[in-house]
């Protein structure tokens, strides 16, 4: 606890850190590395940031994207693509978001 906040727990992948294999994890994951397998945070939200790229499925809360991504994402609320994403494969979300600028070539299936 700091300054009588709960900071919530999460995970970073740097840059300079490459995983081929799956990731399962109980708190919130922010990638800018690079990730060649399925990432399962489904109670947790899922940032790929400028540097990342994943390729594989990833079940996520939410999911934001600024980097690459070749693969499925399966949200249980929203997914953000950014101005800066490269995002190629198949949605399932609650709701989506695609900045100007980005590059996006998916399947998109929206729930209620």
């Known amino acids: 606890m700091e300054n009588g906040i709960v900071q919530e727990e999460k995970t970073s992948i740097s ?4 995983i081929v294999g799956n990731i399962k994890a109980e708190e919130h ?5 690079t990730i060649k397998g399925n990432i399962e945070i489904r109670d947790f939200n899922l940032f790929i940031g400028p540097s990342g790229k994943v390729e ?3 079940h996520a809360k939410n999911v934001r994207i600024r980097g ?4 499925k994402i399966n949200a249980k609320g929203k997914v953000e ?15 989506i978001s695609v900045e100007s600028g980005a590059y996006f ?3 998109v ?3 209620r």
Do not use: H, P, W, Y
Request: proline share 0%; charged share 20%; aromatic share 2%.
């Open 15 to 18: 840059s300079s850190t490459s």
């Open 29 to 33: 994951l922010i990638i800018n590395g």
């Open 56 to 58: 594989g499925e990833a």
């Open 68 to 71: 690459q991504v070749k693969g």
């Open 81 to 95: 693509i950014t101005q800066e994403a490269d995002f190629s494969g198949e949605i399932k979300s609650k709701s």
């Open 105 to 107: 070539d998916a399947s």
């Open 109 to 111: 299936q929206l729930g």
